[in-house]
């Protein structure tokens, strides 16, 4: 069993930059991939970015690459995802997923643990 806690989420401006961490509990996290998964209101979760167990592997949504970085630290247990260039459709609640060795880092479905979200708005 793995329990998810994400924070940092808040309300900035435009063009601004947050960094959101997910905290893991478990001795096995290295072993997971993790990623970020958003929902704004009315829509459906979508993937944001994954980062496979070792590290080596990182995927992006389209809409985000090039502005959001994701990273892990196993020592901490803890994933991160620093955002900059933000826009308002960005605007959703931000949600930490796990699942163990998964190679298939876009699929939503393959995430068995998630954590409760933290909410990201972004004035325009």
């Known amino acids: 069993q793995v329990q998810l806690v994400e924070s940092g989420g808040g309300l900035v401006q435009t063009g601004g930059s947050l960094s959101l961490s997910c905290a893991a509990s478990?001795?096995?996290?290295?072993?997971?991939?993790m990623a970020w998964f958003r929902q704004a209101p009315g829509k459906e979760r979508e993937f944001v970015a994954a980062?496979?167990?070792?590290?080596?592997?990182?995927d992006y949504a389209d809409s985000v690459k090039g502005r959001f970085t994701i990273s892990r630290d196993n020592a901490k247990n803890t994933v991160y995802l620093q955002m900059n260039s933000l826009k308002p459709e960005d605007t959703a609640v931000y949600y930490c997923?796990?699942?163990?060795?998964?190679?298939?880092?876009?699929?939503?479905?393959?995430?068995?643990?998630w954590g409760q979200g933290t909410q990201v708005t972004v004035s325009s």
């Open positions: 980062i496979s167990w070792s590290g080596r592997m990182t």
């Open positions: 478990g001795r096995t996290f290295s072993s997971y991939t």
């Open positions: 997923a796990a699942a163990i060795f998964n190679v298939y880092l876009r699929d939503r479905g393959r995430y068995d643990y």
